[in-house]
């Protein structure tokens, strides 16, 4: 059973542009979210989409925004970026809504 | 405000013996408890969950208890190895009803295990 798979896995972006993250969920997994992670703030929750709805937002300004296709891929959006945006964004997919399964990531850099 | 509380600092210990690590939280009534690994570079592996209404529970050389009075969660690893080595996160869930995925994680300790 393949995993979650991220694309791209590493990106190098300049301040103002912005950025498209993709996430491909485990086969039959249905719920997908979003993590940022950096070395001052840790693992912090971006969003949770099921069904092609955002069933949970974290904490950050609305130039983050996601969303899901019925197949449950999702993709994340980062807008106007700024350089405090660099950090690893990792997907997980879950199926039971309890333990989550991640990706490796993308690797964002903002210049 | 809501905190999740992981020693910061690295536990060094011997091949061979028990690594315990800590998780602490405040102003939060998790519905449970889950333990990720993750290895640099890549994302984090689940572990082992527990729920708010079991004490102990195990996998293979691994443990884990929740003490919802204290609020702490204990990770063990017994005989541990060298390919132990990683980050340990703890997570938690608050169980609010608004259903779906929304984990806190606590910022993880890095474990050493020397050969």
């Not at chain 1, 993250?21 to 485990?26: A, K, Q, R, T």
């Not at chain 1, 950096?38 to 912090?44: A, V």
């Not at chain 1, 449950?72 to 405090?84: A, I, K």
Request: charged fraction near 20%.
């Amino acid at each position: 059973k393949a995993g979650v798979t991220q694309t791209p896995r590493y990106l190098i972006k300049t301040r103002g542009q912005q950025v498209t993250l993709s996430c491909s969920p485990i086969s039959g997994h249905r719920s997908v979210s979003w993590y940022q992670q950096t070395p001052g703030q840790g693992l912090q929750f971006l969003f949770e989409y099921f069904s092609e709805t955002q069933r949970n937002k974290g904490n950050f300004p609305g130039r983050f925004s996601g969303r899901q296709f019925s197949n449950s891929r999702s993709e994340m959006n980062v807008s106007t970026l700024e350089l405090g945006d660099s950090a690893l964004y990792l997907c997980a997919s879950s199926k039971t809504g309890s333990e989550q399964f991640f990706g490796p990531g993308t690797r964002l850099t903002v210049l | 405000s809501q905190k999740i509380e992981q020693n910061s600092e690295a536990l060094n210990i011997q091949e061979g013996k028990t690594a315990t690590l800590t998780c602490n939280y405040t102003n939060y009534s998790p519905a449970y408890l889950q333990w990720y690994r993750q290895d640099p570079g890549r994302g984090p592996v689940f572990l082992l969950l527990i729920r708010e209404n079991e004490k102990e529970k195990r996998k293979e050389r691994l443990k884990v208890t929740f003490d919802t009075t204290l609020k702490q969660s204990l990770f063990h690893i017994t005989a541990s190895q060298p390919a132990d080595s990683a980050t340990y996160l703890c997570a938690l869930e608050s169980g609010n009803n608004n259903a779906g995925n929304m984990l806190t994680f606590g910022g993880g300790t890095r474990l050493m295990v020397k050969p």
